[in-house]
């Protein structure tokens, strides 16, 4: 911000990401003539690794990253550039 950088995270800043990333695939699908996402934990989680970037280091005092999904970062981080066309795409 401003010129410098800043180490943010959790939820506050995850949930509002994730919530574009999902109105954007919603508007791509209906723009295709699609029904809207609805629930997304059975698609998000029966997809490729690929479509993620694997945290592997770091921890919340409670629990440790490593390859892989993990109790830290979940899948990971989306690689938006990937994830939307797929989610897109999914019956």
Same mark, same amino acid.
């Given at each position: 911000?401003? &010129? ?6 959790? *939820? ?11 109105? =954007?695939?919603?508007?791509? =699908? ?12 059975? =698609?998000?989680? /029966?997809? /490729?690794?690929?479509?993620? =970037? ?13 390859? &892989?999904?993990?109790?830290? *970062?979940?899948? &990971? *981080? ?9 989610? *897109?795409?999914?019956?």
């Amino acid at each position: 911000m401003n &010129g410098a950088n800043y180490q943010i995270g959790g *939820t506050s800043l995850s949930a509002p990401i994730l919530a574009g990333l999902f109105a =954007r695939a919603n508007a791509d =699908r209906i723009a295709n003539g699609k029904a809207p996402l609805g629930l997304v934990n059975s =698609r998000i989680y /029966s997809l /490729s690794a690929t479509n993620f =970037r694997d945290i592997t280091s770091g921890d919340n005092y409670g629990y440790n990253a490593a390859a &892989g999904y993990d109790l830290v *970062t979940g899948l &990971g *981080t989306p690689k938006m550039n990937l994830l939307i066309p797929v989610l *897109t795409a999914q019956p």
